[in-house]
């Protein structure tokens, strides 16, 4: 049986790839062959549910099965699909494409990895001692979400306060910035060694892995308030 034509945006087919049928697949540009049997090897994945049944995917000129993901690191998360071998580089960016893959397995050997274990638990130690770190990450998603609704972004203002006496400066910057930037969330102050960079840091990745990919930061007065803009969902 053939694969299913999906060259064409609007064209469907009630085809199935055949289980033992080598796939070829276009991730973000870079060209990987492997077998059905592997990319359902975890049926909760996302690579699961895309092969599952009649494909979700599109093909390039070539009739490789696209993927529009950087492609960089799928050579790895392949490799754990096939062999159930561990990177032994880039840690950090294969666990972001097994938490977009959603392969569990991949990503609990990962966070075990004394690599991984010991930077996870540093972090979560470090947000413990943030106030309300988790709350207020879930007040900015909530408020990028509803301000998008209607312009596709949100410009939303991140106050940090590193120290008990930064809260002596915080109306006189908030008020030296643009006047229509109306949404602030402000995070600290903490007691802890990391940094200001080390929170945003922070910020950044939690916020990133709700799908919001394009913001930028800039930094204001004692260099403590950080302006989050143009927050896109993917």
Known sequence: MSLPD????????????????????NVGGRLFSTSLSTLRKHPDSKLAELFGGQPKLH????????IDRDGSHFGAVLEFLRSDQLPSDNIQEVHKEAIYYNIKPLIKRLEES????????GRQQFLSRVPHYQENIEVLIRIARAEAIAARQSTIMIC????????????DAINSL???????????????????????DCIRMDIESQGYRKWEVWTCGLQYFYHNVSNTSS
Do not use: M, N
């Not at 999906?6 to 697949?25: D, E, M, N, R, Y």
């Open 6 to 25: 999906f060259k064409s945006p609007g064209k469907q087919s009630s085809s199935v790839i055949p289980h033992a049928t080598v796939v070829q697949l």
């Open 160 to 171: 940090i306060l590193r120290t008990e006496e930064d809260l002596g400066f915080y109306d």
């Open 59 to 66: 093909t390039d000129t070539q009739g490789c099965y696209f």
């Open 178 to 200: 643009e006047s229509d930037k109306e949404s602030v969330v402000t995070f600290g102050p903490w007691k802890a060694v990391p940094s200001v960079k080390d929170l945003v």
């Open 114 to 121: 004394p690599r991984l274990f010991g930077e996870l638990v």
